[in-house]
């Protein structure tokens, strides 16, 4: 049974809800297609964990995506996440980025932008500054602005015998204007006290007993997360038919044979011009048969 699991838990007695991931497989997947630097790769595996933190929150179908954005020499990190805890994600580095470099070394001035994109529904997308020197400080700042609950995180990575691991909490006030303050920040001192080796160690229900043990605590089944990439070779041809066919021609002839390239999973499409041929013989077939 794989390691990669969401557990969300409620306390019983206050109107607070929490929830603890653990990502093992998923982080390393991600990460084994991509040479980043480590505080890159750390940042990914931060990232990780709290986008299967919000998307637990989801009440519909749909995905979140989790971005920052900088001017710094990390122009970009993205994780997306959906309903069924499929993870994907990626970095862009454009500069040297040093070993011991912060948040904000890494994306300069930037900002944290979260899109929640439901199956049936609008799209929304809410947009902070990144004023905190730690990923979990500017995502409390964004459900401080944009959701208006009281939130908290706690996002951790590390290696456990060579291999990286990624796992994190949160808690936050039940939406019936029942949580009281000074429950959520005994809890929240409680939580505060979590180790990485426990986190990475132990099982949810250990965890919730060496930090709640006073506490009555209900935790729900849990739910399975995979590294799951939506790429694949027709969307790629989809990607191509979306071009010029003179242009696409002129790109077979000066390289021989298109490829495109998934920087989520690090697969390779490679089109030739047998390929390319084929791709508007049947974009022309299936325009003239909606006609």
Same mark, same amino acid.
Request: proline fraction near 3%.
């Given at each position: 049974?794989?390691?990669?699991?969401?557990?969300?838990?409620?306390?019983?007695?206050?109107?607070?809800?929490?929830?603890?991931?653990?990502?093992?497989?998923?982080?390393?997947?991600?990460?084994?297609?991509?040479?980043?630097?480590?505080?890159?790769?750390?940042?990914?595996?931060?990232?990780?964990?709290?986008?299967?933190?919000?998307?637990?929150?989801?009440?519909?179908?749909?995905?979140?995506?989790?971005?920052?954005?900088?001017?710094?020499?990390?122009?970009?990190?993205? =994780?997306?996440?959906?309903?069924?805890?499929?993870?994907?994600?990626?970095?862009?580095?454009?500069?040297?980025?040093?070993?011991?470099?912060?948040?904000?070394?890494?994306?300069?001035?930037?900002?944290?932008?979260?899109?929640?994109?439901?199956?049936?529904?609008?799209?929304?997308?809410?947009?902070?500054?990144?004023?905190?020197?730690?990923?979990?400080?500017?995502?409390?700042?964004?459900?401080?602005?944009?959701?208006?609950?009281?939130?908290?995180?706690?996002?951790?990575?590390?290696?456990?015998?060579?291999?990286?691991?990624?796992?994190?909490?949160?808690?936050?006030?039940?939406?019936?204007?029942?949580?009281?303050?000074?429950?959520?920040?005994?809890?929240?001192?409680?939580?505060?006290?979590?180790?990485?080796?426990?986190?990475?160690?132990?099982?949810?229900?250990?965890?919730?007993?060496?930090?709640?043990?006073?506490?009555?605590?209900?935790?729900?089944?849990?739910?399975?997360?995979?590294?799951?990439?939506?790429?694949?070779?027709?969307?790629?041809?989809?990607? =191509?038919?979306?071009?010029?066919?003179?242009?696409?021609?002129?790109?077979?002839?000066?390289?021989?044979?298109?490829?495109?390239?998934?920087?989520?999973?690090?697969?390779?499409?490679?089109?030739?011009?047998?390929?390319?041929?084929?791709?508007?013989?049947?974009?022309?077939?299936?325009?003239?048969?909606?006609?």
């Amino acid at each position: 049974m794989s390691n990669d699991q969401l557990h969300r838990y409620l306390f019983e007695d206050v109107s607070v809800r929490g929830e603890l991931v653990k990502l093992d497989e998923t982080y390393q997947r991600i990460l084994e297609n991509q040479n980043f630097p480590a505080p890159v790769n750390a940042l990914l595996g931060e990232m990780l964990a709290a986008t299967s933190l919000l998307t637990a929150t989801l009440k519909f179908n749909g995905s979140i995506t989790v971005q920052l954005q900088g001017d710094g020499p990390v122009s970009l990190a993205v =994780i997306n996440g959906d309903h069924h805890q499929q993870l994907r994600g990626t970095a862009r580095v454009k500069g040297d980025v040093k070993e011991d470099a912060t948040l904000p070394e890494m994306m300069g001035k930037g900002q944290l932008v979260i899109t929640i994109e439901p199956v049936d529904g609008e799209r929304y997308q809410g947009i902070v500054g990144l004023e905190s020197d730690h990923l979990q400080g500017c995502l409390e700042d964004y459900f401080a602005r944009s959701e208006q609950l009281m939130t908290r995180l706690w996002l951790r990575t590390g290696e456990v015998d060579g291999k990286p691991h990624a796992a994190g909490m949160m808690l936050q006030v039940l939406p019936d204007d029942k949580g009281d303050e000074g429950d959520f920040d005994h809890l929240a001192q409680l939580t505060e006290t979590i180790k990485n080796d426990e986190l990475f160690s132990l099982s949810a229900k250990d965890v919730l007993y060496r930090l709640y043990h006073q506490e009555k605590v209900t935790l729900y089944p849990a739910q399975d997360v995979v590294f799951k990439c939506s790429c694949s070779r027709e969307r790629s041809a989809g990607a =191509i038919a979306a071009i010029e066919r003179s242009e696409v021609d002129k790109m077979v002839a000066e390289m021989g044979t298109i490829h495109l390239h998934c920087d989520y999973c690090g697969t390779d499409y490679a089109f030739d011009s047998v390929d390319v041929a084929a791709i508007f013989e049947q974009n022309a077939s299936s325009s003239s048969q909606m006609q």
